[in-house]
């Protein structure tokens, strides 16, 4: 079994993370941690080379961050970090992966393009053809600082 978890650094990563772990453990999956950055956050930015390279460095330390911290995970964790459309992006990687499931939050994907129930979320849900769990977040956590 592999499991795709999307994540963007917010304070709900570590819930999601969390969840997904526990899932995983339960039916010994493989563990797919990914961030899409946004493509169209940086396409119209004048310093779209410094603003992509320093998402890139602090998503890619994210990735690592997470990996380390969950190293004890014994079905093995995976990161990949994407540019592009977000949710078209997460169910390329879940198809081309082979998953059995996403595990995700309800809203978020950072600051540059926080949404309402999170329509990358909502996309995801009535596209991917097997099962998606949403993970919601707290009201408190909504006023936190995002990473991306």
Known sequence: MKILIPVDGSKITNKIVEKAVEL??????KLILL???DESNLRYNHT?????ETMKSNTENMLEELKKEYSSYKYGIE???ET???YKDI???AEEEDVDLIVMGNRGLGAFSRTLLGSV???VL????KSVLIIKMDLEDDDEEDLL
């Open 79 to 81: 990161t990949l970090l």
């Open 24 to 29: 995983g453990s339960e039916f010994e999956a």
């Open 48 to 52: 779209f080379p410094i603003l992509y």
């Open 84 to 86: 592009g459309v977000p």
């Open 91 to 93: 169910l390329r990687v």
């Open 121 to 123: 979320s909502n996309k």
């Open 126 to 129: 009535n596209k991917f053809k």
């Open 35 to 37: 961030t899409v950055i």
